[in-house]
């Protein structure tokens, strides 16, 4: 006999989809996100509801958490104890909620992130205003679900008499939605709902009369109005949240900042370690002592400056990059009708109002009952007083009480309530003067039962009553505003000397790409000798910078490195210096060709780049100055396997000279070259011809008169004047400057413009390195091929040659 099938044969991804599917619907239509009524997540909800219904009101004494946790994962929410009472404590605290719910006696933790006493040691009740959010639920004001084992029922959603979504804000991430609501003034909210109801086409700007914008619990500064606008009109925005700092002078003419409020949901411990942290890395100069003063008086966190420091200046540093100044991003979601809106101000106002004017309908409908209930009871009892003597004879001739009523109703057309009630009477109210009463209590249920009547027949009345309720709640709970709002984002220009101690260094750079900053005291003691070197490496820049000053490194590769010279490591002249790789990625293959020093990226002056492959390209200095700089970026644009060969600094008034390996020389103006964008790739510097490179590009001024040095690979080295040669255009051939042999051709390995002091060094294959003093060779003409240095047979080809490092004091003349 076949057994019954007992598994569906599914495909995974099905299934998957459909359970994460009905996950999903639960942790967003239950869980995560705050209901568009009352601004309530479920388990806030259950957690109020559950305070009330135990009478753990403001108006009684504190009852112990734990109790409140039990009953509600007991009762409302099948979950774990921790998430309720975290729940619960983020109700009770002043710096997360602006209009606390729920308070606490005890440690509820602190804005400094620490942890709340466990729920066995703290005690909590309702506060008075969120009774306002629970107000009126026994009057069928809300529906109710059944629990989740179905034993007792739960509200759907509070009657909430004022608008919590807004005034407390929310903030929660389910799958595939967030929310970040922000809190407000509960005051300007209630004046934001009732511009509302006067007016429902009220604009923005005319909601934004009356709401300004958020009103955080942490007092602090919010920047840029247009944001918040923007938040009001889509749900979406984006705002500047900064503390509030004041200055203050201190003894010995010196400054602190005294920081007072901090910005929303910023955790103060972190932010005064940070500072603090700053302070000892020498990230920002300037700064003494960090000191938090919060006591129970308030809160103040201390930054003692040194004397002399910009107090204005270390501030900006610190909004800039630290927690005093945060991003709000505004991201509007709410559940409404069972699903996830992105809401705006007027929707959020709306669904507020459609919520009242169901409660206060319910309510009104609710009361009215009962008054016309209590009315019929009163007439009853009005006409029972007036036959009194007949119905106590007729009671008292029943066999019970429901014989008693059965009589009274035949006999005097009482109906069944009333019957009830005059059986129930207690002997004390049949006095002589209770009919007084009576009828006073039957003359205001009229008048109540009017005005009820008049309520729900009018929605004008309706709006009325939720207008006045409001009012009423604005007067007694609505306090003064604590953020203050700034129409204008500050745009924050560090200037650097708030960061760096001015300082004169030497910093050394090396063709392998090894750095390092040294104090001259350092350099001095060495008398500039044994300096640390790998034997195959050579210096490419020795220069005495401010630590202020930057640093540009260019690669062959075409791609450069920013470098602020306070961010370089400090290292003695003795030891070697750190490898460029560890501050800034770069490939193996790439080596350093040049580093150029930077005061200021001005806009007159230009950098002017060599290739390999002939092309040249200028741009403005500007363009290279860096904002991230934790990567090698682009210089410029090198076409297939071209390689860069020098860069150049100029005024742009300079004399440019190509030379090529097989001895061509062009000599033409540097204005002969447009400056172009920092990528692109530039234009055509000399014209060559096949198996032909550029060398070496010089830059000199079109004042000076440098002589022309070639090193060739045969070990010859000849110097030239600049009147052997004609000055013409770009991109031409060139003035041949070797004689071209049959046999052995010299090709040129560096060629270089040169002054007096300068020396030239060069490397032979077998690793040995030679240097000359160039001046010391005579002049020759453009067709000789100078004069042999060392004998190649015996001491290897040259294989590279390059200009000795001066030590170099670049802006000396510059301040000057």
Same mark, same amino acid.
């Given at each position: 006999?076949?057994?019954?099938?007992?598994?569906?044969?599914?495909?995974?991804?099905?299934?998957?989809?459909?359970?994460?599917?009905?996950?999903?619907?639960?942790?967003?239509?239950?869980?995560?996100?705050?209901?568009?009524?009352?601004?309530?997540?479920?388990?806030?909800?259950?957690?109020?509801?559950?305070?009330?219904?135990?009478?753990?009101?403001?108006?009684?004494?504190?009852?112990?958490?734990?109790?409140?946790?039990?009953?509600?994962?007991?009762?409302?929410?099948?979950?774990?104890?921790?998430?309720?009472?975290?729940?619960?404590?983020?109700?009770?605290?002043?710096?997360?909620?602006?209009?606390?719910?729920?308070?606490?006696?005890?440690?509820?933790?602190?804005?400094?992130?620490?942890?709340?006493?466990?729920?066995?040691?703290?005690?909590?009740?309702?506060?008075?205003?969120?009774?306002?959010?629970?107000?009126?639920?026994?009057?069928?004001?809300?529906?109710?679900?059944?629990?989740?084992?179905?034993?007792?029922?739960?509200?759907?959603?509070?009657?909430?008499?004022?608008?919590?979504?807004?005034?407390?804000?929310?903030?929660?991430?389910?799958?595939?939605?967030?929310?970040?609501?922000?809190?407000?003034?509960?005051?300007?909210?209630?004046?934001?709902?009732?511009?509302?109801?006067?007016?429902?086409?009220?604009?923005?700007?005319?909601?934004?009369?009356?709401?300004?914008?958020?009103?955080?619990?942490?007092?602090?500064?919010?920047?840029?109005?247009?944001?918040?606008?923007?938040?009001?009109?889509?749900?979406?925005?984006?705002?500047?949240?900064?503390?509030?700092?004041?200055?203050?002078?201190?003894?010995?003419?010196?400054?602190?900042?005294?920081?007072?409020?901090?910005?929303?949901?910023?955790?103060?411990?972190?932010?005064?370690?940070?500072?603090?942290?700053?302070?000892?890395?020498?990230?920002?100069?300037?700064?003494?002592?960090?000191?938090?003063?919060?006591?129970?008086?308030?809160?103040?966190?201390?930054?003692?400056?040194?004397?002399?420091?910009?107090?204005?200046?270390?501030?900006?540093?610190?909004?800039?990059?630290?927690?005093?100044?945060?991003?709000?991003?505004?991201?509007?979601?709410?559940?409404?009708?069972?699903?996830?809106?992105?809401?705006?101000?007027?929707?959020?106002?709306?669904?507020?109002?459609?919520?009242?004017?169901?409660?206060?309908?319910?309510?009104?409908?609710?009361?009215?009952?009962?008054?016309?209930?209590?009315?019929?009871?009163?007439?009853?009892?009005?006409?029972?007083?007036?036959?009194?003597?007949?119905?106590?004879?007729?009671?008292?001739?029943?066999?019970?009480?429901?014989?008693?009523?059965?009589?009274?109703?035949?006999?005097?057309?009482?109906?069944?309530?009333?019957?009830?009630?005059?059986?129930?009477?207690?002997?004390?109210?049949?006095?002589? #003067? @209770?009919?007084?009463? $009576?009828? +006073?209590?039957?003359?205001?249920? !009229?008048?109540? &039962?009017? %005005?009820? /009547?008049?309520?729900?027949?009018?929605?004008?009345?309706?709006?009325?009553?939720?207008? #006045? @309720?409001?009012?009423? $709640?604005? +007067?007694?709970?609505?306090?003064? !505003?604590?953020? &203050?709002? %700034?129409? /204008?984002?500050?745009?924050?220009?560090?200037?650097?000397?708030?960061?760096?101690?001015?300082? @004169?260094?030497?910093?050394?750079?090396?063709?392998?790409?090894?750095?390092?900053?040294?104090?001259?005291?350092?350099?001095?003691?060495?008398?500039?000798?044994?300096?640390?070197?790998?034997?195959?490496?050579?210096?490419?820049?020795?220069?005495?910078?401010?630590?202020?000053?930057?640093?540009?490194?260019?690669?062959?590769?075409?791609?450069?490195?920013?470098?602020?010279?306070?961010?370089?490591?400090?290292?003695?002249?003795?030891?070697?210096?750190?490898?460029?790789?560890?501050?800034?990625?770069?490939?193996?293959?790439?080596?350093?060709?040049?580093?150029?020093?930077?005061?200021?990226?001005?806009?007159?002056?230009?950098?002017?780049?060599?290739?390999?492959?002939?092309?040249?390209?200028?741009?403005?200095?500007?363009?290279?100055?860096?904002?991230?700089?934790?990567?090698?970026?682009?210089?410029?644009?090198?076409?297939?396997?071209?390689?860069?060969?020098?860069?150049?600094?100029?005024?742009?008034?300079?004399?440019?000279?190509?030379?090529?390996?097989?001895?061509?020389?062009?000599?033409?103006?540097?204005?002969?070259?447009?400056?172009?964008?920092?990528?692109?790739?530039?234009?055509?510097?000399?014209?060559?011809?096949?198996?032909?490179?550029?060398?070496?590009?010089?830059?000199?001024?079109?004042?000076?008169?440098?002589?022309?040095?070639?090193?060739?690979?045969?070990?010859?080295?000849?110097?030239?004047?600049?009147?052997?040669?004609?000055?013409?255009?770009?991109?031409?051939?060139?003035?041949?400057?070797?004689?071209?042999?049959?046999?052995?051709?010299?090709?040129?390995?560096?060629?270089?413009?040169?002054?007096?002091?300068?020396?030239?060094?060069?490397?032979?294959?077998?690793?040995?390195?030679?240097?000359?003093?160039?001046?010391?060779?005579?002049?020759?003409?453009?067709?000789?091929?100078?004069?042999?240095?060392?004998?190649?047979?015996?001491?290897?080809?040259?294989?590279?040659?390059?200009?000795?490092?001066?030590?170099?004091?670049?802006?000396?003349?510059?301040?000057?």
């Amino acid at each position: 006999m076949a057994q019954p099938e007992k598994y569906l044969d599914l495909p995974l991804e099905e299934v998957i989809g459909d359970r994460f599917g009905r996950y999903s619907k639960y942790i967003i239509q239950d869980r995560a996100l705050p209901d568009a009524r009352d601004g309530l997540k479920p388990v806030q909800r259950r957690i109020l509801y559950a305070m009330h219904e135990e009478k753990n009101t403001h108006d009684k004494n504190y009852r112990k958490s734990a109790k409140t946790v039990g009953t509600v994962i007991g009762n409302y929410h099948p979950h774990g104890d921790s998430p309720v009472y975290e729940a619960m404590v983020r109700l009770s605290q002043e710096w997360k909620v602006r209009n606390v719910l729920v308070e606490m006696h005890g440690n509820n933790g602190s804005i400094d992130g620490d942890p709340p006493a466990a729920m066995r040691y703290t005690e909590a009740r309702l506060s008075s205003i969120a009774s306002e959010l629970l107000r009126d639920i026994d009057k069928e004001t809300v529906d109710f679900m059944p629990n989740f084992d179905d034993t007792i029922n739960e509200p759907v959603v509070l009657p909430a008499k004022f608008p919590n979504l807004l005034v407390n804000g929310s903030t929660g991430i389910s799958s595939g939605y967030a929310t970040d609501i922000p809190p407000h003034n509960l005051g300007e909210v209630i004046d934001a709902v009732i511009k509302k109801i006067d007016k429902p086409a009220v604009t923005i700007d005319e909601l934004m009369d009356v709401i300004k914008g958020p009103d955080f619990p942490t007092g602090g500064i919010i920047q840029g109005i247009d944001g918040i606008r923007k938040a009001y009109e889509t749900g979406k925005g984006k705002i500047i949240v900064r503390g509030k700092a004041e200055v203050e002078t201190i003894r010995g003419n010196r400054e602190q900042i005294i920081i007072n409020e901090i910005p929303y949901e910023v955790n103060k411990a972190t932010m005064v370690k940070k500072i603090d942290e700053l302070r000892i890395d020498r990230k920002v100069e300037g700064i003494a002592e960090v000191r938090d003063e919060t006591d129970r008086t308030g809160l103040r966190i201390v930054i003692e400056l040194k004397k002399d420091a910009k107090s204005e200046g270390v501030l900006k540093y610190l909004y800039k990059n630290t927690d005093l100044q945060v991003t709000y991003h505004f991201n509007m979601v709410a559940i409404q009708d069972k699903a996830p809106k992105l809401l705006s101000l007027p929707q959020m106002l709306d669904a507020y109002i459609t919520h009242q004017k169901e409660v206060v309908t319910r309510q009104t409908t609710f009361t009215l009952r009962k008054a016309n209930e209590r009315a019929h009871i009163v007439e009853g009892l009005i006409k029972a007083i007036s036959i009194l003597d007949e119905l106590i004879a007729t009671i008292r001739a029943s066999k019970d009480k429901g014989d008693a009523k059965k009589r009274i109703i035949a006999a005097y057309g009482f109906s069944e309530a009333q019957a009830e009630a005059i059986v129930t009477l207690q002997l004390y109210r049949l006095t002589n #003067t @209770d009919i007084t009463a $009576l009828e +006073k209590e039957a003359d205001g249920l !009229r008048k109540k &039962i009017t %005005e009820l /009547e008049a309520i729900l027949a009018s929605e004008k009345k309706l709006l009325q009553t939720i207008k #006045t @309720d409001l009012k009423q $709640l604005k +007067k007694t709970y609505a306090d003064k !505003r604590r953020t &203050i709002i %700034e129409d /204008e984002i500050e745009e924050l220009k560090i200037n650097i000397e708030v960061m760096v101690a001015s300082e @004169d260094v030497l910093v050394s750079v090396s063709k392998d790409g090894y750095i390092k900053r040294t104090s001259l005291r350092s350099y001095g003691a060495s008398n500039g000798e044994d300096f640390a070197i790998k034997e195959e490496d050579h210096l490419v820049g020795l220069i005495e910078l401010n630590t202020t000053d930057k640093l540009l490194l260019f690669t062959n590769k075409g791609k450069y490195i920013y470098l602020p010279v306070h961010e370089l490591p400090d290292i003695r002249w003795k030891d070697i210096g750190q490898h460029i790789s560890n501050i800034v990625a770069i490939n193996n293959d790439e080596r350093i060709i040049q580093c150029i020093p930077v005061r200021e990226f001005s806009s007159d002056r230009y950098l002017v780049f060599f290739t390999k492959n002939g092309m040249v390209k200028k741009s403005e200095l500007p363009l290279y100055e860096a904002q991230r700089y934790s990567k090698a970026l682009v210089a410029l644009n090198l076409k297939n396997d071209d390689e860069l060969v020098n860069v150049y600094q100029t005024a742009g008034h300079s004399d440019i000279f190509i030379t090529s390996n097989k001895g061509y020389g062009l000599w033409y103006h540097e204005s002969d070259v447009s400056p172009v964008g920092q990528r692109a790739a530039g234009v055509k510097a000399i014209q060559l011809k096949k198996d032909e490179y550029v060398v070496s590009g010089q830059v000199f001024d079109d004042l000076a008169e440098p002589s022309i040095v070639l090193v060739t690979h045969r070990g010859a080295c000849k110097r030239m004047k600049l009147n052997e040669f004609e000055k013409t255009g770009r991109a031409k051939r060139g003035l041949v400057m070797l004689r071209e042999l049959k046999h052995k051709a010299h090709r040129v390995r560096g060629a270089f413009a040169i002054n007096e002091n300068d020396t030239i060094c060069f490397k032979t294959s077998t690793g040995e390195i030679y240097s000359l003093y160039p001046l010391e060779l005579s002049a020759s003409d453009r067709y000789s091929n100078g004069s042999f240095i060392i004998d190649t047979d015996t001491q290897g080809e040259v294989t590279e040659a390059w200009k000795d490092a001066d030590y170099q004091q670049p802006f000396t003349e510059q301040e000057e």
